[in-house]
């Protein structure tokens, strides 16, 4: 009985979530990609990341995705500080759908299938759903880094036994997610900190949508310590946004080519990294953490 509340709870919740941030990873969209400096030059260096954005260089050192900015050390994180982020806006139509467990499982998660799927799905090799398909199942077959649990859930029902692994059987779980408080058309903006609350958790899943013609869930926990906040915003046009971020703590075992050291101009250990949460995403944490804040 307990079991299927939760999931009747984190399905009403994921409908929401999934429906009202306009719209999740569309199949039809590439994949979005996601120096240890002192504190008293994160402000230059976060101005520097929108310069790079708006350059017209055609120097790949001089030009950055916009959409990886997203990522800031936790010294940036002070009421009234300005940082830089970007936040997708998706389409809602593009918003992928639940499966049930009993119809995810009956059809093949796996790039050897890739080709089988291409027809199944009826997209052709080498078109942009194709290559999205192929890369999220690539990178849910990626091995986990060291300390790293993870598992990309295909259902509902998959997502919820992989959280309870890691939070507790009989753990209650509570799902963060950040909110947009106004309707904006503007992507990538610097924004003023208005409020901070942490919320502590012993341990927390965070989970991240994945480009794939039904809904799959990028799940994943981490041994080392882990920071979740609730991050108030005001962008310059006046956009309010409350935002989900995390800090880790530990980046010692993470690849060099990690794109958030890529953005920073930090390196693997040197530093906490901290990252917001787009609208789809979302952390998981026990109900009894974020009723501690």
């Known amino acids: ?25 569309s199949v039809t969209k590439d994949v979005e990609n996601r120096s240890s400096p002192g504190a008293h030059n994160h402000n230059a260096h976060a101005d520097m990341r929108i310069e790079q954005v708006h350059s017209h260089s055609s120097s ?17 994180l002070k009421l009234g500080n300005t940082i830089p982020i970007y936040f997708p806006r998706r389409e809602s139509e593009a918003s992928p759908h639940l499966l049930p467990r009993e119809e995810a499982d009956s059809i093949p998660f796996s790039s050897q299938e890739l080709h089988y799927l291409l027809h199944f799905f009826s997209f052709p090799q080498g078109s942009p759903q194709a290559i999205a398909m192929e890369d999220t199942l690539r990178q849910c077959e990626t091995k986990p880094i060291k300390g790293e649990t993870k598992l990309c859930a295909t259902s509902l029902e998959s997502m919820l036994d992989f959280t309870r692994t890691i939070l507790g059987s ?16 503007t992507l990538l903006q610097k924004y003023t900190v208005m409020g901070i609350k942490e919320t502590p958790a012993p341990k927390m899943v965070a989970c991240h949508t994945m480009p794939y013609p039904y809904a799959v869930f990028y799940c994943h926990y981490q041994e080392s310590k882990s920071r979740v906040f609730r991050v108030s915003l005001t962008g310059e046009n006046g956009d309010k946004v409350e935002a989900v971020a995390v800090c880790h703590m530990d980046t010692s075992q993470w690849s060099r080519n990690h794109v958030s050291f890529q953005v920073l101009g930090a390196e693997p250990g040197s530093s906490p990294i901290c990252h917001f949460f787009p609208a789809d995403n979302f952390v998981c944490v026990p109900s009894t953490a974020s009723m501690q804040e």
């Open 1 to 25: 009985m307990g079991t299927k509340l939760a999931l009747c709870s984190l399905l009403i919740h994921l409908l929401i979530l999934l429906g009202a941030c306009n719209g999740s990873g």
């Open 170 to 185: 009989e753990t209650e779980i509570k799902i963060l997610s950040t909110t947009h408080l106004t309707p904006s058309n």
């Open 60 to 76: 790949h050192v001089h030009h950055m995705d916009s959409s990886l900015i997203v990522f800031f050390f936790p010294e940036d």
